[in-house]
C-alpha cells in the first residue's frame, strides 16, 4: 500500500508539474515509482507486466479493460488520480466523497471507510489526501465536493 501511495504521490507530483498535464503522464510517474501492483505477486512479476500493459493501455487511449481487472483497476487509478492531480489547483474544490459500489458496502472495512470523517463530513476526503482502495472497491468513483455542498 505505501507502495502504491508513494507512487500515487509521484503521479500526481508530474502531472502538476507537467506543461501537458494528461493520463499518460500520470501513468508513466506512476509505474516508474512501481505502482501498478498485481494483489499477491512475490515476485513483483506480473506487477510489472502490468505496468508495461498499463503505459500501453493509456498510450493507446484505452480507458476499460473489460477482462483484465488489474488493468482495469489501474485504468480507473490513473484516470481518477489524474482528474484529482488538476483538482488540487481548483481552489473550488475543497475534497471527493467516496461512492463505492453496493457490493463493496458488504465488507465491514470498507464501509467503515464510506462513513470516515475527517471534518467534511462522511466519506470525504481532503483534497490533499491519497486514498488507495483495496480491489473490493472497484467501481468506486471520487465526486468533487466544493464549499458550497459541504455548507448546503
Not at 40 to 52: I, M, Q, T
Not at 61 to 66: F, H, I, M, N
Request: charged residues 25%; contains cysteine.
Amino acid at each position: 500500500m505505501a507502495r502504491i501511495r508513494d507512487a500515487v504521490a509521484a503521479g500526481r507530483q508530474a502531472v502538476r508539474q507537467s506543461a501537458r498535464p494528461d493520463r499518460l503522464t500520470f501513468a508513466r510517474a506512476f509505474v516508474d515509482a512501481g505502482g501498478a501492483q498485481v494483489p499477491g505477486d512475490r515476485s513483483g512479476d506480473a506487477s510489472g507486466a502490468l505496468g508495461e500493459r498499463l503505459l500501453t493501455a493509456v498510450a493507446s487511449g484505452q480507458s476499460a479493460a473489460s477482462t483484465d481487472a488489474d488493468l482495469e483497476r489501474e485504468l480507473q487509478r490513473v484516470q481518477t488520480e489524474t482528474d484529482w492531480a488538476l483538482a488540487l489547483d481548483d481552489e473550488r474544490i475543497i475534497g471527493f466523497l467516496l461512492d463505492l459500489p453496493d457490493s463493496a458496502m458488504d465488507i465491514p472495512t470498507v464501509e467503515a471507510l464510506a462513513h470516515q470523517s475527517q471534518g467534511l463530513g462522511p466519506g470525504i476526503f481532503r483534497k490533499a489526501d491519497i486514498l488507495v482502495l483495496q480491489p473490493e472497491c472497484d467501481g468506486a468513483r471520487f465526486i468533487p465536493v466544493t464549499e458550497h455542498d459541504i455548507e448546503c
